[in-house]
């Protein structure tokens, strides 16, 4: 999204050069196809005109893959005229108009409507003054014409800057409207990349009815000199003799386009030309060029440059063919916005919303006034406003209003006094133009505008106040005071977390109470299909269309390249690291169905094709393919969001115990006894916590004493403990602590836990330094573990303790690496996505990364499983493709395949799609389970190795160089990288254990943590 997204139009709309860079550059048009009628058929008819105009022009070929020449014009399309004039009060194009007429008023006495009449009627008014002079006159007249018009040109408004205006933002007379020229150089650089990008692979040409000096002068400034340009054609480029090829424009498209036309035949190649000018367009069409309006409006530069490559669909209102009379897509911010908010309002996750109440109930009992202050930031169509005052969402999606909300909760307190009797709501949006749609909304929820932005709406035993503020909440230099809450739905993930937390803090600086923050709808990074297709070949374009997974991974690639942040936990940390606290925390995923939300996923398609279509061609893939295939089966778009919400800061009265304090607790620790909880396997399917006490004058000399933060609950070991599918043998002949310990009920177990050392035996020579660090034990599920000093490792410096208690699953999943032994170029399949898989998945993918020679696909990772969140998050750990099951025949063979399901299908399918003389690593534990293959004779015959891993020994073929030692030195490294806590799914106590293991066994969550909280 984002996607995201991807996704909010107010930042959309100024960001939408920057982001298709990348693509074509993702988060994020196309017209919506039916599922029996093929994108290939509709991207026929690229020459049109918009606003519902005919289809001009010739089409001598009719072949999407066929070999693209552009021609792209020079003013008001290289550039915005539009945008010059709003950002800096001048544009080139003006400048140009201004000394036409009064060229034409000082040579011809030509009113400037004379001058304007030529131009409609002649594409230009020099090529109008050709066609009127006598031909004798007609050299010298142009000679004058380019000279007096063009030299006196100031191109400093290509650099925002216009001579004579102090840009100072409290000079009444600076001209800002919102520009910004940081963003405006980042755009250019963005068009300069998106311009060689195109030009490696195509011929690019400019072609423009000024002169030759004045075009390098418009790339000179625009920082464009150095593109890789297959030629420039101009009025003044040398001719064939004739009278229209002297300074020949393109009102005569044969002698002006000679150039192109001798090198490309429009019979074998797509010649296509970007311009401001349908008369140019019609022009060009009858040599057979096809053409496509680009004025900065309807169409940008980087749009048409989208459509020109197949990556988005033809401009919205053009007919595509007389067959074709379904609706067609054109993007309008309004509309995208009315389609995400019935989206949102089912994907807002209702826990965090009713933790919202109780927040905002708990604030005016503490206040005693019954008013709300509320500024939303990033309003869009007032859409969190409607979901206070009436609830929305689906079925089982369905969320109260937060006022009913609200109002159950202090009623249900027996406190009559203690109730809401207003709401005061800021609308911060930066779009103007969705203020009419604002105003809109509001009449519709029955409010009266009183003054110019307030609005009112009396309802029984309520007042609500909303101010219409069209600005930008960064630039407010007085935000409202006392606020009780900030929110901003679909918009975190667009700003850098620090710099958000600043912007912030600065409306949380005049309350007395530090505000909550609400951040719904952030987008967590990872989109989807609902079903996904593996890499394919394009026999036509001899490239290879990119799985879903890597697209997806382009996709969000492109939008980090400028500057999205697709990771939440930066925007937790930030908000932290400020003082500030998190609350609550939920999904709230897009579910984007292409029938019932037809225009959302009409949108989404949109943004893939505009931001990430050029991520995946620069990377060798064939993006319009992909784009192709995606229309032709249209399936649902899933887009990980997710909701936060925090105490901005924490108040002096309520501060909160950190749990990765290394601080000692005095009241607990300086007891002699304490109590201690810890998990017990009673029988099958049956788990319990038990409580005892540990006497803690009875550390023996060589032992430590550790108060447990946290521990990881073993989705495989584990797992055969609570069913009772285990064979009666020692825990682990190589873990100290259980060797001695045998596998049978009641058992305490667990191996992967993380605590403070909070005391040391008399012989423990490190216990000074010891004390009050963090240190891993292979112990079982418990609050307090006594063990021996050389039984612990001490987690390293900048690890965090829910990043450490992954330390064992990662080893494991190293050891498999290692035993598989993929060599450069090798593809390879893990079966089963569950907390070993994906780390699996993660280390291959960290040192495999995809190549591309032809259509030959080489160090791809794929990824198996049959439940959709697993395979989420395996795009989101760096597979290549993340399939399901049944597809592994068509993405197949592989060189190696690790197993790690625990279901001897999949070690079936891992047999049956590997290549001959390949080699399959199984990591399963089948415990008592019965397993039957089927070896028949193409097995017999395939040179195939089936090889067992398992972690608690080295391998003697690794041995000579590798030892335990080494091997967690590498597993720690490995752990300070992917940062594995980002896996678990539930955080939960050893009093919910039955739970957590039900939750595990069902495929429900990937990895649940214990937490022990004093």
């Not at 001009?56 to 399309?77: F, K, M, Q, R, Y």
């Not at 069209?470 to 918009?491: A, R, T, V, W, Y």
């Not at 050891?815 to 032994?821: M, T, W, Y």
Request: charged content about 20%; overall charge negative; aromatic content about 8%.
């Amino acid at each position: 999204l984002s996607c995201k997204h991807v996704r909010r139009m107010n930042a959309l709309t100024t960001l939408i050069v920057v982001i298709y860079y990348t693509v074509y550059t993702v988060s994020g048009a196309s017209g919506w196809i039916a599922r029996s009628h093929s994108w290939h058929h509709c991207a026929k008819s690229i020459l049109h005109v918009p606003r519902g105009g005919d289809v001009i022009g010739e089409t001598p070929i009719d072949d999407d893959d066929a070999p693209l020449v552009i021609i792209i014009d020079v003013d008001n399309c290289l550039y915005s005229e539009q945008e010059l004039l709003s950002s800096v009060g001048e544009g080139v194009e003006s400048q140009i108009v201004r000394n036409t007429h009064l060229f034409g008023l000082l040579h011809f006495n030509l009113t400037s409507e004379d001058c304007d009449e030529l131009y409609k009627k002649h594409g230009s008014t020099i090529e109008g003054l050709r066609h009127t002079l006598p031909s004798h006159l007609v050299e010298e007249t142009m000679r004058k014409f380019y000279s007096e018009v063009y030299d006196p040109i100031d191109f400093a408004c290509l650099l925002g800057i216009r001579a004579g205006i102090v840009k100072n933002e409290n000079d009444s007379k600076s001209i800002r409207s919102g520009y910004d020229h940081g963003h405006a150089l980042q755009k250019r650089r963005a068009l300069a990349e998106l311009l060689e990008s195109i030009s490696n692979r195509h011929p690019v040409y400019l072609a423009s009815n000024s002169p030759k000096a004045h075009i390098m002068r418009v790339l000179n400034n625009m920082g464009l000199r150095d593109i890789k340009l297959a030629g420039i054609l101009s009025p003044d480029a040398e001719g064939d003799g004739s009278p229209a090829s002297v300074y020949p424009t393109k009102s005569s498209p044969r002698q002006y386009y000679q150039q192109i036309l001798s090198q490309h035949s429009p019979q074998s190649k797509r010649i296509i030309l970007l311009d401001d000018s349908l008369y140019n367009i019609r022009q060009a069409s009858t040599v057979g060029i096809h053409g496509i309006h680009v004025n900065g409006k309807d169409r940008t530069l980087e749009e048409g440059l989208a459509e020109a490559k197949g990556h988005i669909l033809p401009h919205g209102n053009t007919p595509m063919s007389p067959a074709q009379s379904m609706s067609q897509y054109m993007f309008s911010d309004v509309k995208y916005l009315g389609a995400k908010n019935k989206v949102d309002a089912n994907a807002i996750d209702t826990s965090v919303w009713e933790t919202l109440a109780q927040e905002l109930s708990l604030r005016l009992q503490q206040k005693k006034i019954g008013t709300l202050r509320v500024a939303d930031l990033g309003a869009g169509m007032l859409s969190m406003l409607e979901l206070f005052m009436n609830g929305g969402g689906e079925n089982e999606r369905s969320k109260a209003s937060m006022f009913n909300l609200i109002r159950n909760i202090l009623g249900s307190s027996g406190n009559t006094d203690e109730q809401l009797t207003e709401l005061e709501y800021f609308v911060y949006e930066s779009n103007t133009n969705l203020l009419d749609g604002c105003k809109e909304k509001l009449r519709k929820l029955g409010f009266e505008e009183v003054t110019s932005n307030n609005w009112q709406l009396s309802l029984p035993n309520m007042k609500v106040t909303v101010h219409l503020l069209p600005k930008d909440f960064q630039n407010e230099q007085h935000p409202p005071e006392s606020l009780d809450l900030i929110m901003g739905c679909c918009f975190a993930d667009l700003f850098d977390p620090d710099q958000l937390v600043l912007s912030l803090g600065r409306f949380a600086h005049k309350s007395s109470h530090p505000p909550l923050v609400y951040l719904p709808i952030t987008f967590a990074g990872g989109t989807r299909f609902s079903s996904t297709h593996p890499f394919a070949e394009n026999e036509e374009s001899n490239q290879l269309v990119p799985s879903d997974t890597t697209a997806f991974q382009m996709y969000a690639r492109s939008l980090i390249t400028h500057g999205h942040n697709l990771d939440p936990s930066r925007i937790v940390n930030a908000i932290c690291n400020f003082g500030g606290s998190l609350i609550a925390k939920g999904s709230s995923d897009w579910i984007i169905d292409p029938k019932s939300n037809q225009y959302l996923w009409e949108t989404m398609l949109y943004f893939f094709g505009m931001s990430g279509a050029s991520e995946i061609t620069k990377n060798g893939f064939d993006a319009a393919g992909w784009i192709r295939r995606s229309r032709r089966e249209p399936r649902t778009i899933i887009a990980s969001n997710v909701d936060l919400l925090f105490h901005l800061a924490h108040s002096s009265s309520a501060e909160r115990s950190d749990m990765y304090s290394t601080g000692e607790n005095e009241d607990s620790d300086s007891s002699s006894r304490v109590a201690v909880e810890e998990i017990q396997f009673v029988s099958p399917y049956n788990v319990t916590s038990v409580n005892k006490e540990l006497d803690r004058n009875n550390l023996d000399p060589d032992q430590i004493e550790v108060e447990s933060l946290c521990s990881l609950v073993s989705s495989g070991t584990e797992l055969k403990i609570f069913k009772g599918t285990f064979e009666s043998a020692s825990l682990d002949v190589n873990i100290k602590c259980m060797a001695d310990e045998a596998m049978e009920y009641p058992l305490a177990y667990g191996y992967s836990l993380v605590g403070r050392v909070v005391a040391c035996g008399s012989n423990v020579a490190d216990a000074e330094s010891l004390i009050g660090r963090n240190v891993f034990t292979f112990s079982p599920h418990s609050s307090r573990v006594v063990v021996d000093r050389d039984a612990v490792q001490i987690v390293p410096d900048g690890i965090e303790a829910e990043d450490a208690i992954f330390m064992p699953s990662v080893e494991t999943a190293l050891s498999l690496v290692h035993d598989a032994h993929v060599r450069l170029g090798e593809n390879v399949a893990v079966y089963g996505q569950g907390l070993i898989g994906l780390l699996v998945t993660a280390i291959l993918s960290m040192h495999h990364s995809t190549t591309i020679s032809s259509s030959k696909q080489f160090c791809s990772v794929t990824a198996f499983d049959a439940l959709d969140d697993r395979l989420a998050m395996s795009s989101k750990m760096g597979a290549t493709s993340a399939l399901q099951p049944q597809t592994a025949g068509i993405a197949g063979p592989f060189d190696v395949c690790i197993e790690v399901s625990g279901n001897p299908r999949a070690l079936q399918s891992a047999i049956d799609n590997t290549s001959n003389n390949g080699r399959i690593i199984v990591g399963s534990w089948y415990g008592n389970t019965d397993v039957a293959l089927k070896l028949g004779i193409d097995f017999h015959r395939s040179h195939k190795t089936i090889q067992t891993s398992q972690v608690s020994t080295i391998p003697s073929t690794m041995t000579g160089l590798w030892n335990k030692d080494r091997r967690f030195a590498l597993t720690w490294a490995l752990v300070r990288s992917l940062q594995p806590s980002r896996l678990i799914s539930k955080r939960m106590t050893l009093t919910d254990v039955q739970e957590a293991y039900e939750l595990l066994d069902g495929g429900k969550e990937i990895a649940i943590c214990f937490k022990y909280n004093k």
